[in-house]
């Protein structure tokens, strides 16, 4: 084949275009994507050999790594962490796995809002899920507390949120809505007749569920749970607005800290983040063994499955209440105290006389605080910078993973590559890039683009699947009707692949937008003064500031996003009408 | 005209490497029809797609009237976009965000055309959907995209026209009117036509010459009426109307030839001697009362099939040997029972090349 891709020049006609085109297209993403995601994590290796700060002549050394796994403190925090995210993954699905049961199997009412849990995580940021949750279960000022106090007259808290269960609590509320979403189609693709099989051969209820669907689901099951653990524990916000006043400090809580260290340590927050990449190694090595005969699973085949629904009958009350408490815990009760504390100069219990003390003080004191403007501002330009350039990048890799014929090792590398970051963990990737813009002489350390860089790579993996699953809508045929009616490369591009795959990338767009608003594991390594960004800003004002201010603050900010959404989704809806 | 010299073809299956086209060559005369014919997977498709040039052969040369598209020898490869062709896919690749009219308009307005309006209204006319020129392509009915499909193809005066089965996704009685409609076309266009289709119906009634394929080869280029009355190879008289293969020894006799085969001596009126194969159209094996005479013979019925207007048969002599199909007019026969077949000698026919 290579032999026809040279250009051979002749009189009258020129070589293929498209050959050379899509090889073209191919080598630019293999070098822009292999350089967002591979040095930053290459140089955590050369920062454990070294004991020298970013640029300064490198001293090679194996007393960094010596130093940093020879000491108790991070394996006893690697344990808890451990702990942690196992104890997180395993409640995550095991409720989420029984509310896609029940919204999908049975004739619960709780599917009419399960589309609310979906929406739960896009309304709250996870550093507005937890700062809520402080607010009510804090030991002196939390509202749950307080009600116990003022109310029935319980003098110590009740609840104490600075607690590792407490760590649990909010971790698991955070993580709820994503394990539901990624259980749902499991349990809408499995084939009832696999169950109904069952029973007419004599099976009760729980023995079908113990011999037939949970071994037919057990990869979905096994593949969610190892997902699920490497987020918690690549997480920061629990760690970091919870654990650190606690003083439970688990392995990320540890990176931070070194990191934060006057002078900073970026050695030592290497040699941890190599720990955390090796983990992270193995467990993806295991979510493929676990998810390899997945085929061997298939449920679906080609025809339309109306499953026959279980009665819940007298349970029905239950499973809406259940429905309804879960929904008040990851998204209502967090909001409402979020608001309340907001018009509140101090925290307090509802009652008549604290409506008396309702102001708007706080959100006055809230736009007088520069950085915090500033950094709705930066989070906004970066989120939509990242998701445009994100959405292009996974926009190129999906059309050439679909469409191009030769060459398909590199285009399954480009594929591999852009989709690492799903399984690695935000803050290595800030630590890695602070590192690598601190010895490259490319200025970047400290400005926007560095964050830009960190959230394009961070989110490239959604924004690849999201165009995948556009695109892979479109017959090829009519790009190749194009192609015979005379239409080049660009032509074909612009007039029919992106105005019929226009909705899949705007909901890219929209998505990876949305997520780099929220982000701070990667962040927090990265922000300066001047290039501040929301969640860490949030993170900041909770070390140092009063917590009703903060209430105001993201109150403003989380119906400037409602507003943001609902026009984006009217315009990307628009444009998938006329398309 | 369309020159196809030695294209050669080949996929990446797994560890091994599939010859989709093995050294494929024909010529298309200018205002012809030709087709494609095969069995799926015999690389009728892939050899299209080469000529439109959507799919790069390994080796071979390709002309689309004199200018040379493809040479693996010159390295010349020019784009699909670059070769003024005009093609109707199988899904019809009917744009559904453009309305009729900008469907069959594109292909002007990419090329830098003139009288966009007037020729893509022309082009509609043709295919009678003028009256439909500002609906949404999608909301067509599967004959009407077909149409839209066709218009678009030929509203750039192609040097080629390129069909790749496109009624194929049609129910039957749509596909027969639009069949009609094609020659009828064709007739008044006389666009040099590449067509690629598996049913040997179409085929037949629609080209000027046919070529059959197996495993990307051509086993046999003739006229339909050729191909049906004089098939050269086993493959092209099985795979056209499902004739009965016989083997056998040929010997010559006053009137023609006398066979011995596998099921019985059998008279023939055509010239023939040494080991041959001979074929029977299953329509050429009729029932008749019981009685001695050439060409007639007793057999057991092992097996019908009911059809509409014909009745499957499947026959054997009673001492055994191979299974004869016939497709006759009759009622149901009692299973099991005998009956007597006659086969004119003239429908006795001799194949010239024999296996390939």
Known sequence: MATHDIAVATARVRPALQVSTNAWLLAALVLSVGWLIVPPLAILAYGSVTDTPPAVAPHFTLDT???????????????????????????????????????????????????????????????????????????????????????????????????????????????????????????????????????????????????????????????????????????????????????????????????????????IASAYSLMFLLVTVVSIWAYRRATRDASRFV????????????????????????????????????????????????????????????????????????????????????????????????????????????????????????TAPLAIPGMIFGVGLAWLYLVLPVPIYGTRWILLLAYVAIHLPFAVRICLSGLSQLHPELEEAGAVAGAGWLTRMTRIVLRLAAPSLVASMLYVALRAFREYAASIFLTAPGTEVFAVLV????????????????????????????????VGRRLGVSA | MISVRDVAKRFDAGTERVHALDGVGFVVESHSFFTLLGPSGCGKSTLLRCVAGLETPDAGEIDIGVQPVFSSARGINLPPNRRRIGMVFQSYAIWPHMTVFQNVAFPLEVQRRPDVRARTLAALEVVGLASMADRYASRLSGGQQQRVAFARAIVAEPDV???????????????????????????????????????????????????????????????????????????????????????????????????????????????????????????????????????????????????????????RLPNGGPVLRSRTRTGALPAGGAVTIEILPEHVEVLREGDR
């Open chain 1, 65 to 267: 790594l010596h130093y940093a796994y020879a000491r108790q403190r991070i394996w006893s925090a690697l344990w808890r962490s451990t702990l942690y995210a196992a104890s997180t993954a395993s409640l995550v699905l095991i409720i989420g796995g029984f509310l896609a049961w029940l919204v999908e199997r049975t004739d619960s009412r709780v599917k009419a809002f399960a589309d609310l849990f979906a929406l739960a995580p896009i309304l709250m940021p996870s550093v507005l899920l937890i700062s809520g949750w402080i607010l009510l279960l804090g030991p002196k000022s939390g509202m749950i507390n307080l009600i116990a106090r003022d109310w029935f007259g319980i003098a110590g808290p009740v609840l104490d949120i600075y607690s590792f269960w407490g760590m649990v609590w909010v971790g698991t509320l955070q993580e709820l809505p994503l394990a539901f979403l990624w259980l749902w189609p499991a349990f809408r693709a499995m084939n009832p007749d696999l169950e109904e099989a069952a029973q007419v051969a004599g099976a009760g209820f729980l023995t079908t569920l113990r011999r037939i669907t949970l071994p037919i689901l057990r990869p979905t099951i096994v593949g969610a749970w190892i997902i699920f653990f490497i987020y918690s524990l690549g997480a920061l916000s629990v760690p970091l607005l919870i654990g650190l006043p606690a003083k439970i400090f688990l392995y990320s809580t540890e990176i931070y800290l070194a990191y934060r260290r006057v002078p900073s340590d970026l050695n």
């Open chain 1, 299 to 418: 449920t679906v085949t080609g025809k339309a499955y109306r499953p026959r629904l279980i009665r819940l009958g007298r349970w029905h009350y239950a499973s809406t209440t259940l429905g309804i408490v879960l929904l008040l815990l990851v998204a209502g009760l967090p909001l409402f105290v979020l608001v309340w504390n907001a018009f509140l100069p101090y925290p307090q219990a509802p009652s008549f006389a604290s409506i008396k003390l309702l102001t708007g003080r706080n959100f006055a004191a809230a736009l007088d605080y520069e950085p915090a403007k500033r950094a709705v501002v930066n989070s906004l330009v970066l989120g939509v910078g990242a998701g445009v350039i994100a959405t292009v990048l996974g926009a190129l890799i999906a059309w050439l993973s679909l469409r191009m014929k030769s060459a398909r090792g590199w285009v399954a590398l480009v594929d591999q590559l852009a």
């Open chain 1, 539 to 570: 993170l900041d004002m909770w070390e140092g500031g009063n917590s009703n201010i903060l209430s105001a603050y993201v109150t403003m900010v989380m119906a400037l996003l409602s507003v943001l959404a609902i026009v984006f989704n009217r």
């Open chain 2, 161 to 315: 026209l390129l069909l790749d089965e496109p009624l194929s996704n049609l129910d039957a009685a749509l596909r027969e009117q639009m069949c009609a409609e094609l020659r009828k076309l064709h007739e008044r266009l006389r666009l040099t036509t590449l067509y690629v289709t598996h049913d040997q119906g179409e085929a037949l009634s629609l080209s000027d010459q046919i070529a059959v394929m197996r495993d990307g080869r051509f086993v046999e280029v003739a006229t339909p009426e050729a191909l049906w009355n004089a098939p050269r190879t086993i493959f092209a008289a099985q795979f056209l109307g499902g004739a009965n293969i016989l083997a056998g020894e040929a010997q010559h006799a006053s009137g023609g030839a006398i066979v011995q085969t596998g099921f019985g001596v059998l008279r023939t009126t055509h010239v023939a001697s040494g080991p041959v194969s001979v074929f029977v159209r299953p329509e050429n094996v009729s029932l008749v009362p019981p009685g001695e005479g050439p060409n007639r013979f007793s057999c057991a019925l092992v097996g019908q099939r009911f059809q509409g207007d014909t009745r499957n048969l499947e026959l």
